[in-house]
């Protein structure tokens, strides 16, 4: 007797195909339930909000200050995510005012525009306008006893950063009277436009009722030289530190 193997084959290879299709069905619920449960992503859950604070910003040559503080605002928002159990990763943008205050005028001046007559210009405060995009690594222990809805978390990462606009205010000095806060001038030819830095920082969460809150503390670092002069005045190179306190709340 001869043994047909076309309608054999033909059996087999719909039954394979029935077999297939089922186990395709499967996981594709799988990966469905998996999504609903996670809001809509495969273990990836967004949140989000705004942010806004206060800075403190100074120029550094080679770790230390050698101006005082310019005292500024930050504005702007947040996106983060768990990776996996404590540890997150968040990214941010943000406008932020930095600076220096009670910098030497030669670094942007001319000695002709620093003594004018009997008009003396003793040293200038200088603002940046910068768009910054801190992307950052998150600690959050999510086992501590008694902690409840309040945990701490920790930061580390870096901070690109944009240099929208830069302008001075000018101190002067005529005889013995100081004439302070006279508007300056654009100074942005002095500056790199971008500029990079590494960010450490500590804060506290709250889940509240509706929304969560935080509350930030940030040291940024600057990594790489922002004096950009033309004109060579002052050739030393520095860069910009800044310590941000903020508020964050979930939208």
Known sequence: MKIKFKPIIAVLAFGLAINFSSRAQEEAATVEEAAASSGGGIGIELTYGVEAGT???SFSRGGSSFTDNMVGFAVGGFAKTQLMGPLGVSAELL???QGGANVAPEYYFTEE???FGEYILE???VRLHKLSMPILLNVTPDDMPGAGDVKPVAYAGVDLGYVIAANSQSYYRYSDFVIGNVPGSEVISSF???DYAAVLGTGVTFEGENRGYGIDVKYRFGLNNINYNVLNYISNFYN???LMVSLKVGL
């Open 95 to 97: 406008y932020s005012q």
């Open 55 to 57: 800075t403190w910003s």
């Open 240 to 242: 910009q530190n800044s």
């Open 123 to 125: 040293d200038v405060d």
């Open 192 to 194: 790199y436009r971008f």
């Open 113 to 115: 525009q620093i003594q």
